[in-house]
């Protein structure tokens, strides 16, 4: 299945404005504010699709022949451009002094995106592209309040992996106490050659190390609701503003206060992108097989294994197994791997 944008070169019409190039900021109901490259940042062209981008062309499968359209379906439940695409979008002419608008003629390729399984009622996953055209991950915990499970942090880990972008963990809250046994998790993690930081959104506690982290590259901002994503950009980007949401008594979990990934512009260059709070990402389309790779610790030991195949669950002769027995490998991310492969 092949979902592609249907280009068309050159200017809407002789006579009209000439197209512009820009990436998405927000994406919302079929509107999308578009950041164009040439002018300053801050002027937004707020944009509505061309109607046949929302149209996924299905082509047949015939060697050697042109391919032809088989059929044409309608995307209901997938926006086909999200935030972080690159557009090519053709400015209204304006009408008012209002905001200016425009209409997205097609979307640019894309490099790295996060995706997670869209609600959908069919049986079949329909992936959902979140933010687009990534470089990294800001991954975001806390060190409480909501308690960080690390079976969770392995969860977005594996997926981060698997989309190839380059994750930072980032536990936030570090005012309130870390408890000795994720301190212990951290080390971990940072065997395992990830970058793991500390940080406070309310003290200000190693602001300047992430600063420095996301300069100049588009991160998205990515954990559990409630862990203070939206706090640490309105932090990182003074004068945002970005709405936070309190911790709820009752249960301990955020509240799912930002509804809507959105870009926002560093004054010194790069975009951060705030998620909304989210359970896990897009396990669904990684291959059983390809599981093992996706924990780093694991790789030096791949080919050691007895069988070709092994599935390190309960094979014999697994180098991965004997080495999570022995202490070499950490025993609860080998847990989080035969759960998750059992899953798969
Ligand atoms: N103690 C402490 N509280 C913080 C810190 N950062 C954020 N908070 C609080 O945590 C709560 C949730 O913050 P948000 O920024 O809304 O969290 P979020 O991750 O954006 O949550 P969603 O938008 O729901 O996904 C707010 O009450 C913040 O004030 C911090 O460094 N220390
Ligand atoms: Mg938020
Ligand atoms: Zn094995």
């Not at 994750?167 to 050659?193: F, M, P, Q, T």
């Not at 260059?269 to 705030?274: E, H, K, P, S």
Request: proline fraction near 6%.
């Amino acid at each position: 299945m092949t979902q592609e944008a249907v280009t068309e070169q050159g200017p809407a019409t002789e006579a009209g404005p000439r197209a512009l190039t820009g990436t998405v900021v927000r994406a919302i109901s079929g509107i999308f504010d578009v950041q164009p490259d040439d002018e300053a940042a801050g002027t937004l062209y707020r944009c509505t699709l061309r109607d046949r981008l929302r149209k996924e062309l299905v082509y047949t499968e015939s060697k050697g022949r042109p391919r032809r359209v088989k059929e044409v379906r309608r995307l209901s439940v997938v926006e086909p451009v999200v935030a972080g695409d690159r557009v090519r979008f053709v400015p209204a002419q304006m009408s008012g002094p209002a905001v200016p608008g425009g209409v997205i003629e097609e979307r640019l390729p894309r490099t790295r995106e996060l995706s997670r399984q869209a609600v959908t009622t069919g049986t079949v996953p329909v992936g959902q592209t979140i933010v687009a055209n990534l470089d990294q991950v800001v991954l975001v915990f806390a060190a409480a309040d909501p308690e960080p499970r690390p079976g969770l942090i392995d969860r977005f880990l594996v997926s981060c992996e698997s989309a190839e972008l380059p994750v930072l963990l980032c536990i936030n809250k570090c005012d309130l106490e870390i408890d000795a046994w994720l301190a212990e998790e951290l080390a971990v993690y940072e065997r395992a050659e990830y970058r793991v930081l500390l940080v406070s959104a309310a003290t200000g506690q190693g602001l300047d190390v992430m600063r420095a982290a996301v300069r100049g590259k588009t991160s998205a901002f990515v954990g559990p609701s409630g862990v203070g994503k939206s706090t640490l950009l309105n932090a990182l980007q003074p004068g945002l503003g970005l709405r936070v949401g309190e911790i709820s008594a009752a249960t301990g979990k955020g509240t799912h206060t930002t509804r809507y990934a959105q870009l926002i512009p560093l004054d010194e260059g790069g975009f951060l992108a705030d998620t909304p709070g989210l359970r896990q990402l897009g396990l669904w389309e990684i291959e059983k097989d390809d599981l093992d790779r996706l924990f780093p610790e694991f790789r030096p030991l791949l080919g050691q294994c007895k069988y070709g195949n092994c599935a390190h669950v309960d094979d014999e002769g697994c180098a991965v197994r004997e080495a999570a027995e022995r202490g070499d490998i950490d025993a609860r991310r080998y847990h989080s791997y035969v759960k998750l492969f059992a899953e798969g």
